[in-house]
Every structure is written in C-alpha cells, then in structure tokens.
C-alpha cells in the first residue's frame, strides 16, 4: 500500500527544523521573551517559517525583520497540496513496480500523463525534483530594497520565559546568613535555545494576548509531561548581575553561554550574598477596646539588601533546619526585605484595655502589654498598632517608641526568662 508522498516530505521538513533555535540574543521577561536570530538575505525577498511549535507562543505584532530596505511583509499559508505545485510539471511515480516519469495533470485527483496516456493514481509514492516554493507551515515573507547582507529575525514568544527566582536564606547564629538564588527559565516549546550570553528583566511588563494564543497554550500545557529541572552547578558557575533600570524594569545580565533544553525548565545562578539579619518577634494589629487578648507574636526576619531582587519564594533555614517559606516581592537597592515565617511556638502577648474616664467631650483607655520570654536566649520584638487619626497618646512607657500619623512603633529587647511590661493611655475626642 503507498503511502502519502505530501506527509513524507512534510515530515522530514519539519524535522530538520525541530532541533535548536541557535539564537545570537534572548531578552527573558516573566511571561514572555523575546528573541534575535541573525539572518543572511539574498535577492529581494526572504521566507521564515517558525521551527516547530514556535508559532503557537508568538506575540501577535512582535515579529519584525530588522533591515533597513523592507518594503512589505505577508504571512501566507501553507500549501494546500505538495503535488499541485508541481501541475504541469514532470515528477516520478511509483508506477508496476519501477520509478517512471510523470507529468502531473491534475493534482487534486491525483491524474498523471505517462507516455501519452492519462492515468489516475491516488494514492502513488512520488518523488518531486525540488521543493522550492512548498510551504508546510504558516510563513512569513518580506520583499526589501537593496543587495541584502546581514539581518536579524526580532520576536516576542510566550514559550520560553525567566518563570520566577528561588531564594535560599541560611542564617548564622551571629545574625549573618548567606542568601543564594536561582533564577529558573521554562521552555514549554519544542525548540532548544542557545545564547553566548542574556538578559532578563523584572518588574511588570505587559503584552498583548489573543484568544486563539491562550486556548492553544491551554491545550499544550494540558498535554506536556512536567519539565525537568537543569540546575547549572559548579565552583565556577557564572552569577547574574544587575545591570540597571530601564523604562521602570530592573535589567541583570548573564555573562556566560546558556541553553535551555526543550520541554524544560532550566536553573540559572543567580545571587550569593551575605546579609547582616534582624530576627524579631512581632506584634501587630488594630486599636481595639477588648478588655483581654492572648496574642501569638510572629516570627520576622529582615535585612537590607545590597541589590535589587526580583520577586520569588523563599526559603529561610537556620543552624541548618528549615523554620518556614515565604516570598520576596520586587526590592530596589538598599531596600528593606520582611519576611514573616508564621508564629512563635511559646511567646505570646497579653494585652488588656481598660476605660479610666469618660466626659462629654474625651473618652481616656490604659492599654497594658506583657510578655514573658521562656526561651533561653533573648530575643527582640516589635509592637505596631494602628490607631485612628487624630487621637492623643498620653503616659507612653514602652521602649524605643515611634509615634507617626496613624501608627506607632516600639522595639523591646527581653532578656532570656525575663518579663515584658509596657503600657500607654489613648485620649479619643467626642465632639
């Protein structure tokens, strides 16, 4: 039984093309990247077929060809049938066991001329002498002005993007602790990239998005297996570094080549640092008037950092255990990062309110704080609370006190078994 001589060649076409996209740049955005290929253009017009699925992650409007001269673009489709390009032309069936010339007459029903005589052969294997002009997928065709020479392919794809950044704090018991990351990049394409070198950008960036894209992106990933992870490893392996700010997005170059398999998400190193940590326990909350409340106080880390980090998880360890997950959001230079890991085991805050005057015109509460610290080494805390504008506070005894429209701060140190008290008066107005 033949086979169909237009899925052959199709085949065949398509896989030479699945292998690597070997691009000269990659900008990688946390949706989306966008690619430069260089290019050789001769004569007066050049065709590009996206290589394998590339076409369904393409930003609509982001392909451009980058050469001066261009004078139109079209996107034509691909061919409706290998063997109606050759119409009236000469090609070779399968035909009583031999391979004999034929001269196609009508495609479509697949009628061949052979030695005068018309014939009808659905179905015969076939081998064409070119395949100039044949399109197997949707192409791209630019007609330009001038001799040619070197260009490149500019585009905007959803298939491979900077998929988020995964931090490791390790504190010390001095209160340093090193911080190392990883910035992962997710290929969901069937293309394998390699670059010298790249650029990502963090920060908010957004990009147009169609309804034919989104269903066909739900419909690959509901087919693909799960990526793999391809950590980049090793005493020497290159860092990421911040390279600016540009357009309100901070900008890190990695100055060392890069691949990124296909199918897979691949883990670029990306800082390693150390920080000088603050370790608090934190209370929090709204003015209230309850007369009694047991509060469990949060456990806080914080540092400066050196640089800018891009948003991601992070994951805090100390003396060599995990103590708790929490994230990182987009931090400029010698920003503050805050991280909350959940509540202390045994330290808890007991507030109590109580009502000392009331007239026609003020209503005056005593708000008292205690903690007693059971652990064996001291530790720190922090007392926020919000109150109403315009209140008065009055007889504050609490430590390192802060007050600012709305809010006050105090930062207690208990020593280990000791007992914290503090206490302060609210005036409110009733006019």
């Given at each position: 039984?033949?086979?169909?001589?237009?899925?052959?060649?199709?085949?065949?076409?398509?896989?030479?093309?699945?292998?690597?996209?070997?691009?000269?740049?990659?900008?990688?955005?946390?949706?989306?990247?966008?690619?430069?290929?260089?290019?050789?253009?001769?004569?007066?017009?050049?065709?590009?077929?996206?290589?394998?699925?590339?076409?369904?992650?393409?930003?609509?409007?982001?392909?451009?060809?980058?050469?001066?001269?261009?004078?139109?673009?079209?996107?034509?489709?691909?061919?409706?049938?290998?063997?109606?390009?050759?119409?009236?032309?000469?090609?070779?069936?399968?035909?009583?066991?031999?391979?004999?010339?034929?001269?196609?007459?009508?495609?479509?029903?697949?009628?061949?001329?052979?030695?005068?005589?018309?014939?009808?052969?659905?179905?015969?294997?076939?081998?064409?002498?070119?395949?100039?002009?044949?399109?197997?997928?949707?192409?791209y065709s630019w007609k330009f002005a001038g001799a040619?020479?070197?260009?490149?392919?500019?585009?905007?794809?959803?298939?491979?993007?900077?998929?988020?950044?995964?931090?490791?704090?390790?504190?010390?018991?001095?209160?340093?602790?090193?911080?190392?990351?990883?910035?992962?990049?997710?290929?969901?394409?069937?293309?394998?990239?390699?670059?010298?070198?790249?650029?990502?950008?963090?920060?908010?960036?957004?990009?147009?998005?169609?309804?034919?894209?989104?269903?066909?992106?739900?419909?690959?990933?509901?087919?693909?297996?799960?990526?793999?992870?391809?950590?980049?490893?090793?005493?020497?392996?290159?860092?990421?570094?911040?390279?600016?700010?540009?357009?309100?997005?901070?900008?890190?170059?990695?100055?060392?080549?890069?691949?990124?398999?296909?199918?897979?998400?691949?883990?670029?190193?990306?800082?390693?640092?150390?920080?000088?940590?603050?370790?608090?326990?934190?209370?929090?909350?709204?003015?209230?008037?309850?007369?009694?409340?047991?509060?469990?106080?949060?456990?806080?880390?914080?540092?400066?950092?050196?640089?800018?980090?891009?948003?991601?998880?992070?994951?805090?360890?100390?003396?060599?255990?995990?103590?708790?997950?929490?994230?990182?959001?987009?931090?400029?230079?010698?920003?503050?990062?805050?991280?909350?890991?959940?509540?202390?085991?045994?330290?808890?805050?007991?507030?109590?309110?109580?009502?000392?005057?009331?007239?026609?015109?003020?209503?005056?509460?005593?708000?008292?704080?205690?903690?007693?610290?059971?652990?064996?080494?001291?530790?720190?805390?922090?007392?926020?609370?919000?109150?109403?504008?315009?209140?008065?506070?009055?007889?504050?005894?609490?430590?390192?006190f802060l007050s600012e429209p709305g809010a006050f701060?105090?930062?207690?140190t208990i020593a280990a078994g000791a007992t914290f008290?503090?206490?302060?008066?609210?005036?409110?107005?009733?006019?």
């Amino acid at each position: 039984m033949f086979s169909n001589p237009l899925k052959i060649c199709a085949a065949l076409i398509v896989s030479s093309l699945i292998s690597s996209a070997s691009a000269t740049e990659i900008t990688l955005y946390p949706s989306f990247s966008e690619v430069r290929e260089n290019v050789q253009l001769t004569g007066s017009r050049f065709d590009w077929t996206p290589a394998a699925d590339l076409g369904d992650y393409l930003v609509p409007g982001s392909l451009e060809l980058e050469y001066a001269n261009v004078l139109s673009m079209q996107l034509l489709p691909p061919s409706g049938s290998l063997l109606s390009l050759f119409e009236g032309k000469v090609v070779k069936v399968y035909f009583n066991e031999e391979w004999i010339e034929a001269k196609v007459i009508k495609a479509d029903i697949g009628l061949f001329e052979i030695d005068g005589e018309f014939i009808r052969l659905e179905n015969a294997e076939v081998k064409f002498p070119s395949l100039e002009g044949a399109r197997f997928a949707p192409t791209y065709s630019w007609k330009f002005a001038g001799a040619g020479g070197a260009a490149k392919i500019l585009y905007s794809t959803r298939g491979l993007f900077w998929a988020g950044t995964r931090y490791t704090l390790n504190v010390a018991s001095n209160n340093t602790a090193s911080l190392t990351a990883w910035a992962d990049v997710q290929n969901l394409s069937s293309l394998e990239y390699s670059v010298p070198n790249l650029t990502l950008f963090a920060g908010d960036v957004s990009v147009e998005q169609d309804q034919e894209f989104a269903q066909n992106n739900r419909i690959l990933q509901n087919q693909q297996n799960e990526p793999t992870t391809t950590p980049t490893a090793g005493k020497s392996a290159p860092r990421i570094v911040a390279a600016g700010e540009l357009g309100g997005l901070q900008s890190y170059n990695y100055l060392k080549p890069a691949s990124f398999a296909a199918k897979a998400t691949t883990g670029l190193p990306f800082i390693k640092n150390t920080q000088t940590v603050k370790d608090v326990l934190e209370y929090q909350g709204q003015f209230d008037t309850n007369s009694r409340a047991t509060t469990s106080l949060q456990r806080v880390y914080s540092f400066m950092t050196p640089q800018s980090l891009p948003t991601g998880g992070v994951t805090v360890r100390e003396a060599g255990r995990l103590v708790g997950q929490t994230s990182i959001p987009n931090t400029p230079k010698l920003g503050n990062v805050r991280l909350n890991l959940g509540k202390d085991f045994d330290v808890k805050l007991i507030r109590l309110v109580q009502p000392i005057e009331r007239t026609k015109k003020i209503a005056r509460y005593r708000v008292d704080y205690t903690i007693k610290n059971v652990k064996s080494r001291g530790v720190n805390l922090r007392i926020a609370e919000f109150v109403p504008a315009g209140v008065k506070l009055e007889k504050v005894k609490l430590p390192n006190f802060l007050s600012e429209p709305g809010a006050f701060v105090s930062r207690p140190t208990i020593a280990a078994g000791a007992t914290f008290k503090g206490s302060y008066e609210i005036v409110f107005s009733l006019k």
